[in-house]
């Protein structure tokens, strides 16, 4: 599909609003002192982001954990397992079926979100960028397991 | 691919992704930072003025997630393989700290019991070009976030269907459902903009 034949979906009329909002919805273009420091920020925040600096703190957390765990089986005497706290679990969700066209997700967490660990469960949540999972080159999938392995993969929901 | 951008791939694939991640190899610092200024320089101004669009105006925060997208996209260059578009790979990245962004805006707005939302800077004195910036501004805020991301990438941005179908993980029906829903919604919500109406 080109450029041509989607532009030419819209109305001359509909072409001349869209460029009105074009127009009249741009950014100051980046220069002088707001861009010195946009590159002086970048070039701090790249260096910091080294890997080798970021895994090693990530690297002694692993490893005090793997020492902990050791240390509690290694334990003579003890079952690990009743060292843990009782865990009731979760009720069975109830799933509601609709014909409705599903909605959008939610820009925003709800009331019932605005506990501590609602909204950190809502910050985590992944959002539906893998709609189209089937249809993207392994590029995208690449990239998905690479910068974002937090795991969810909401189907798009939009409709 | 832009000549700019196949040089960048090309040398990153030269060296494979451990070097140029860890910077421990045949990478040394000044061609690490050489390439990612070349990085740099192929996407700032298209990415800052999408993720302006997509924030509701707000310029600190489009630099912000700006930067944050090009240091991911850079760090994970070597896992491209060329079987897509590196623009619109890498567009696919800001789309996602966009998002990252605006959700963790929302928590923090909502923990601290203030109005969500990114606002859009304020701007000195109320001249016409501002009033509409924020009149626009308003009005994208309330499209659903689907309809508001393909209607800024396609539409203002100028990115074929297929490249913001792509960018987004949506199919490019959906994207053109999108399109056409927002620019319905749009049209009611600014109807003075279009033509022949009175100014």
């Known amino acids: 599909m080109s450029r041509n034949e989607e532009r030419s979906e819209l109305s001359a009329e509909e072409r001349d609003f869209v460029a009105r909002l074009r127009e009249g919805y741009k950014p100051e273009p980046l220069s002088g002192a707001r ?10 925040r790249f260096e910091n982001s080294r890997p080798s600096r970021g895994w090693f703190p990530l690297g002694v957390m692993v490893a005090s954990c793997a020492a ?30 609709s014909a409705e066209t599903p909605a959008e997700p939610a820009a925003e967490p709800s009331e019932s979100e605005s506990s501590g660990e609602g909204l950190l469960e809502y910050a985590m949540l992944d959002d539906d960028m893998d709609e189209g999972a089937g249809y993207l080159p392994d590029d995208y999938e690449a990239l998905t397991g690479l910068l974002y392995d937090d795991g969810t993969e909401d189907a798009d929901a939009e409709s | 691919m832009t000549a700019t951008a196949q040089t960048i791939h090309q040398g990153i694939q030269e060296y494979g992704v451990a070097d140029s991640l860890a910077g421990a190899g045949a990478l040394s610092d000044v061609e690490r930072a050489q390439r990612f200024g070349a990085f740099v320089a192929e996407y700032r101004d298209r990415a800052l003025r999408l993720a302006w669009r997509l924030l509701g105006g707000n310029d600190a925060a489009a630099e912000d997630v700006v930067q944050e997208a090009l240091i991911r996209g850079f760090r994970a260059l070597g896992s491209f393989r060329g079987d897509a578009a590196l623009s619109t790979w890498f567009y696919r990245i800001l789309v996602r700290e966009v998002r990252r962004h605006q959700r963790w805006a929302s928590v923090r707005a909502r923990w601290n019991g203030i109005a969500t939302g990114d606002e859009a800077d304020p701007a000195p004195g109320g001249s016409p070009d501002v009033l509409l910036r924020e009149r626009i501004a308003k009005a994208m805020e309330k499209l659903p976030r689907g309809q508001r991301e393909v209607f800024v990438m396609v539409h203002l941005e100028a990115f074929t269907v297929v490249q913001a179908a792509e960018a987004l993980g949506k199919s490019p029906g959906t994207v053109k459902s999108h399109l056409h829903r927002a620019l319905v919604a749009l049209r009611n919500e600014l109807a003075d903009l279009r033509e022949g109406a009175p100014s």
Do not use: M, N
């Open chain 1, 35 to 44: 861009a010195t420091a946009f590159h002086a920020r970048l070039e701090e």
């Open chain 1, 68 to 97: 902990l765990a050791l240390a509690l089986l290694a334990s003579p005497g003890t079952d690990p397992v009743t060292r843990l706290p009782s865990v009731t679990p979760p009720a069975e969700p109830q799933v509601v079926a």
